[in-house]
Every structure is written in structure tokens, then in C-alpha cells.
């Protein structure tokens, strides 16, 4: 099979022109959305060229210290992001999340050596690649889970204190809370799974046959990636909620309120 056709930049530029028609609708609405519009845009169009470029050499280096090292980087943006758009404070949550997500990224990816082989799994080629799509799913459901979790606490915390005050310990105190969180990040997840094939076709799986590969080939690495995402994310879920928490109360069990970055 041949490989994906390459695109000219004219070309690109012009299919770009068509974000006109989403700039009249938030226009039409007055929902003031098409400057955010074209900062978002124009920072995807930077980051972007400058994965590719930085990609290229770490492909050439294809080190295994370089490899890991930006693993590292990917896991401490990711970290710092899932922080950021749950509103919890960068400066108290690093020193216990990043440990966590750090952990949990090396056990998945050596994960990984059950159907690859070693010296496959190790090449930039293929370990950069699938750790970007992992840490892409922590990061979407880890905001779910940690927003809901600290949301719940607030809006119900009179029903926490009540456990507290009955004797129960803060785990057993707060595992209602975190029951429901877990539910509202795992619950789109298994809806994407159930329905993978019908309504959509994977990323991951469309890229491998835009790249040259049969489709049995890619359909047996959509399948491993979706149970690595799943599992990882699953899991960063509830440990990044029960790590977070040691560091949200004080000494009487009550929220502390200044590792906001804002008012809930």
C-alpha cells in the first residue's frame, strides 16, 4: 500500500480559508468566541510545526535517555495542565501527582512488551507516538474526575463533615465522592469504546492506513492502544484523586479552601 499523500501548504492554507464559516455563525450568535477562535487555531498551527521539527530530530537520535526524558516532559505538561483546568494550585499538587502520573506512564508503556517487541516498543518511532495518545486521554479524563470530585466536596460538605463526625476515617469519608467522580470520567470512555468502529473511526487506526498499513495490522493496534488508554486512565483517575486528596484537608478534616486558583 502506498504511503499517505503529502499536502502543499497552499493547499492547506486554503482549507483553513473555511474556518470563515464558524467565524460568521459565533458572529450571527454574538458569541464572541472568533478571537479565541483564531488564537487557538494559530497556536495549534506553531505547536504543531514545531513537533514536527523537534520530532525529526529526536527520530534521528532514536535515544533511548532522549526518549524517556521526553517522556518525562510530555508526563510534567500533562500533569501541569490536568492541575490547571481543575483549578487546583500547580505548587501543592506537583510534589504528589507528578510521582503518580511518572509511575504509572513507565508501568503501562513496559506494558506494552506483552505484544511488541523490545527493540519496536523502544524506538522514538513507536514510543513517543503511543505515549502522546495515552497522556492525551489521562489528561481529558483526570479533569473530569478531579473537577467533579472537588465540586462535590464543596457543594456537599456538610454531608463529608457528617461522615467525619460519625468516626469515619477521610478515605471512608470521602469514597462516596469519588465514586461519583470516577463514574462521570470513566462513563464517556466506555461509551467511546462500545461504539468505536460505528460511529467513528479510531485516530490512531486511520492514521496507520493513511500511512501505508493494511487494516487488520491497524485494527490490532487500535485495539491494544484503547485497552492501554483505558486502563491508564482508569487508574490515574482514582490515584490522582486519593493523592490529591492527602494534601486538600487539615489537621480537623475540614476542605482547605486556598489550593483553588479561584473561588468554587
Known sequence: MNAAMNISVIHLACFFVLLIIPGLLFRYLNLRLTRQMIIGFTRMIIQLSLVAVYLEYIFAWDSMIVNILWIML???????????QSGLSFPRFITATYPCYALLAMAILASFLIVLDKQVLFSA???????????????????????????????????????VSMGATQGEAIRPFVREACRAAF?????????????ALPGMMTG????????????KYQLMIMVAIFLTSSLSSFLT????????????????????????
Open 187 to 199: 462513563g464517556p470512555q466506555l461509551a467511546s469504546v462500545s461504539t468505536m468502529g460505528l460511529v
Open 125 to 163: 518511532r513507536y514510543l513517543i507516538p503511543l505515549a502522546g495518545m495515552i497522556f492525551g486521554n489521562i489528561l481529558r479524563t483526570n479533569v473530569v474526575a478531579l473537577d467533579r470530585f472537588y465540586d462535590l466536596l464543596i457543594r456537599r460538605e456538610d454531608e463529608y463533615m457528617a461522615y
Open 208 to 219: 496507520q492506513i493513511l500511512g501505508g498499513s493494511s487494516p487488520a495490522v491497524a485494527i
Open 74 to 84: 510530555m508526563v510534567l505538561v500533562a500533569n501541569g495542565a490536568i492541575l490547571r
Open 241 to 264: 484523586i486519593m493523592v490529591s486528596a492527602l494534601k486538600s484537608f487539615d489537621a480537623y478534616g475540614r476542605l482547605n479552601r486556598d489550593m483553588f486558583l479561584k473561588d468554587r
